[in-house]
């Protein structure tokens, strides 16, 4: 059963390993920012994608040993890749999902901030919130990446409603730069605490 939080408690700690990164950003130069943070993004993608064959060769060594009928799962009885299919339904396609959703954000957040002059985002700050998409597309959250993204634009135009009409400084934006990994953080805690207890 602790198999299960593994990708949960992993996500946890890379949220919070970018976090401090967030806090600590000026001391390291946009360059080191840049490389640290789609290096984030890549390793989790590859620890996700061990997970996965690690799951899969868990229930293959599980189906031998408890013999028929799990047995019949497998070779000869069955073709290798139902194995690789069920695992795959049962794990990887959330991540699929909320990977391509993860890019897509990349890309076109890249896209838009370069034609606005980096308006938008840090040089960092589309692969923190990418890391978060797709780390959140895991199998216990499913698609909470979208409540994520929800909560993100909510707090966002609140903070800049708030700065523009009561406090009446409009020429500041709010930027989402320190919303990201709270927010991740408090979605898969909330995930794990609350919906599956």
Not at 69 to 76: C, E, Q, T
Not at 97 to 126: H, Q, T
Request: proline fraction near 4%.
């Amino acid at each position: 059963m602790y198999i299960y939080y593994f990708i949960p408690v992993f996500s946890v700690v890379i949220f919070f390993a970018l976090f401090v990164f967030q806090i600590f950003r000026r001391t390291f130069s946009d360059v080191f920012c840049s490389l640290a943070s789609k290096w984030l993004f890549i390793f989790s993608l590859l620890v996700v994608i061990y997970w996965y064959f690690y799951l899969t060769a868990l229930q293959y060594f599980t189906w031998i040993e408890a013999g028929p009928p799990s047995l019949f799962f497998l070779p000869p009885y069955e073709n290798i890749f139902y194995l690789f299919q069920y695992h795959f339904v049962r794990f990887l396609m959330y991540f699929c999902i909320s990977f391509v959703i993860a890019i897509l954000f990349i890309f076109y957040g890249k896209r838009y901030n370069k034609k606005f002059d980096n308006k938008f985002f840090e040089s960092e700050e589309l692969y923190i919130g990418g890391t978060a998409i797709f780390l959140l597309g895991n199998p216990s959250g499913r698609y909470l990446w979208i409540f994520y993204l929800l909560a993100i634009l909510f707090i966002g135009l609140l903070a800049s409603f708030f700065i523009n009409k009561i406090l009446k400084k409009t020429n500041e934006r709010f930027s989402f730069y320190y919303l990201w990994m709270p927010l991740a953080i408090i979605a898969i805690i909330i995930n794990e605490l609350v919906i599956h207890n």
